[in-house]
């Protein structure tokens, strides 16, 4: 009598068993596919004119550049280091990328926002950007040599894409930008 009991006990546990396996298998297809998709989307932000990308794992926050206070001038500092703001009680260093690069000043506007780099990389410093673009896969994107953009150097750029309707993007690692020279030498 007990066998029959364990017997029908297995067949019953084998279909539920089954389907926990199957969960199993899909949850996992499921984040791998979130962490690829995750490795592959970049922010679409436009740093001057210049349409770059940014991986999400480096970026912060973005701020409205109009909600901040005040960007105070800090003494004996390049052009291109906007000064501190403070962001939720944290002073953070706002640059002009595009003025370190040898650009014309970016000119603030409704669009305009400050990139807060991640904590883990540079928890008190910004970038100012004309206008955040959304988000972008750049598995849909052909890598090219170079972009045709002149003798603009953005620092840390590591590659160049162009996209299906022909818009050259900059790939930008924020990581490799701290430690650019030029970055981080911000006084005169």
């Not at 949850?27 to 436009?46: F, G």
């Not at 003494?75 to 291109?80: G, M, S």
């Not at 050259?168 to 690692?173: D, F, I, P, T, V």
Request: aromatic share 4%; with cysteine.
């Amino acid at each position: 009598m007990n066998n029959g009991r364990i017997a029908r006990d297995a067949a019953q546990a084998s279909p539920f068993e089954g389907l926990q396996a199957f969960q199993a298998s899909l949850l996992e297809r499921m984040e791998a596919a979130s962490s690829e998709q995750s490795y592959t989307r970049r922010l679409a932000v436009l740093i001057g004119d210049v349409p770059c990308l940014v991986n999400l794992a480096e970026a912060g926050e973005i701020i409205p550049l109009s909600t901040l206070d005040k960007v105070t001038r800090v003494p004996l500092t390049l052009p291109w280091y906007l000064g501190l703001a403070n962001i939720r009680g944290n002073l953070v260093g706002i640059t002009d990328l595009a003025m370190l690069a040898g650009a014309p000043p970016q000119v603030a506007a409704p669009a305009s926002r400050v990139l807060v780099l991640s904590p883990t990389l540079a928890p008190n410093c910004g970038l100012l950007l004309a206008s955040v673009l959304g988000m972008r896969q750049i598995y849909d994107m052909k890598e090219i040599s170079k972009a045709s953009d002149g003798d603009l150097k953005i620092p840390g750029v590591m590659r160049h894409h162009k996209d299906s309707e022909g818009t050259e993007w900059r790939e930008l690692s924020l990581v490799s930008l701290l430690n650019d020279d030029r970055f981080l030498h911000i006084g005169r």
